[in-house]
């Protein structure tokens, strides 16, 4: 069983930044592929990014050129590092490992 724990949300003004962070304990399976999703108030989950053992990204189409996803494989952490942030990237950042373990959740909120 993996243990995520994320950090790093918050309220930001537009044109803002926050940097997120998701550490993994608790396994020895290896993590392959870590990431981050994110779900607004009625709209479905959906990719920001995702990043492999090897550094391969994958990033949603919205964030790209904003938004920069990196990992510590020594620390098993993953970090979004998010810029220019919108209104529209308002909703709640949920860490992923293996598609199979997710995080509990980290509010985004962006407003003036």
């Known amino acids: 069983q993996v243990q995520l724990v994320e950090s790093g949300g918050g309220l930001v003004q537009p044109g803002g930044s926050l940097r997120l962070s998701c550490a993994a304990s608790?396994?020895?399976?290896?993590?392959?592929?870590s990431g981050w999703y994110r779900q607004a108030p009625g709209k479905q989950r959906e990719l920001v990014a995702l990043?492999?053992?090897?550094?391969?990204?994958t990033s949603g189409d919205s964030v790209k050129g904003r938004f920069t996803i990196s990992r510590d494989n020594g620390k098993n952490t993953v970090y979004l590092q998010m810029t220019s942030l919108k209104s529209e990237d308002t909703a709640v950042y949920y860490c992923?490992?293996?598609?199979?373990?997710w995080g509990q959740g980290t509010q985004v909120t962006v407003s003036s």
């Open positions: 990043i492999t053992s090897a550094g391969s990204i």
């Open positions: 608790g396994s020895s399976v290896p993590i392959l592929i």
């Open positions: 992923n490992v293996n598609y199979n373990w």
